[in-house]
């Protein structure tokens, strides 16, 4: 049987940033099309004028009603903003965040219907997006909220090949982090960032090596107590409940010799401390996936970048891996649900006389 292809919901980001120019850069090229269904939610003469005003080459969009009506072997889009809208191109305003996200939120409601698969989000402005509907420091609260619930919690995992970062703390305050850190978090931030290594990437028994919040660790306590307090007993309780974790490790000499090829995921303690480094070294092509929830989404890891919008100099190569991941991530959920469909019986063996219960379900 023809597997069939997977329908990509893709929001066009700020009108005003660089959001319709790695996604036509992207699609121009026709074999993506022939991978997956891509669905853009944003405007077909918004795209236009980006395409004219960048020079960029032709990308023919078949403009549909709705997510279902969506056609192969071609680039769909859902007109859900105003065509009036105004570019302004390498501003911030108002309308710009209105049409980022109106094109947010008709795709979130299509992902929650199912006729979208998986869901890729060009760059927001995190300031002209606020309103009533959206009060969250960026997608990926927006998502938890939407998807989330009781025991799913959103993980933001900053990815390139086998370098995967998650965080314990995001988008707060640099001065609130180390309140913020408690046991009971890490070891939740474990679980989450365990099952998705597994689910989501294919890893079996994954390795996850624990950042310190202290420069060196803490130095037994000279430095700061929240390793000997706060992460050892996290990582040692993670253990207990399946997790393979390792650590703590200072972050400078974790990164600058390279130790992060040791393991399948790192856990920094907070956003700079993650998102520094890795940005240094995959600020082109890496990718900001947002793991723990039902639904797959993926974006690219800069941001609208004002600052060269409308140059037709920006590399879309962050948000055409966005999209690969999105479909990988897509393609392992299924065949993870497919083996652990029907997990193995709970058995009973005989020994020394006593039957004595094996539980094979149980995870390691």
Partial sequence: ??????????????????????????????????????????????????????????????????????????????????????????????????????????????????????????????????????HFPGHTEYLEQCFGGPGKKALMILMKDNLRIALVTGHIPLAQVASKITVEDIVSKLRIFNHSLKQDFGIVRPRIAVLSLNPHAGDSGLL???????????????EKRGVMSFGPYPADGFFGSQMYDKFDGVLAMYHDQGLAPFKTMAMDDGVNYTAGLSVIRTSPAHGTAYDIAGQNVASEESFRQALYAALDIYRNRTRYREATANPLRKQYFDKGGDNEKLDLTKEE
Avoid: W
């Avoid at 700061?224 to 993670?238: F, H, L, S, V, W």
């Fill in 224 to 238: 700061g107590k929240e390793e000997e307090e706060i992460i050892i007993p996290a990582i040692r309780e993670a």
């Fill in 1 to 134: 049987m023809e597997e069939r292809l997977v329908k990509v919901g893709i929001t066009h980001g700020d009108i005003n940033g660089i959001g319709y120019e790695v996604i036509l850069k992207t699609l121009s090229d026709t074999r993506i099309a022939e991978l997956c269904t891509p669905v853009i939610y944003g405007s077909s003469k918004i795209a236009a004028y980006h395409r004219k005003a960048l020079e960029l080459a032709a990308v023919n969009l078949s403009i549909i009603a709705q997510a279902e009506d969506a056609g192969i072997n071609r680039v769909n889009i859902i007109n859900c903003v105003d065509d009036e809208i105004k570019v302004e191109l390498c501003q911030s305003t108002t309308v710009a965040g209105e049409a980022a996200y109106q094109a947010l939120e008709a795709a979130v409601t299509d992902l929650k219907r199912g006729v979208v698969d998986v869901l890729v989000t060009a760059p927001i402005n995190k300031h002209n997006i606020q309103n009533e509907q959206f």
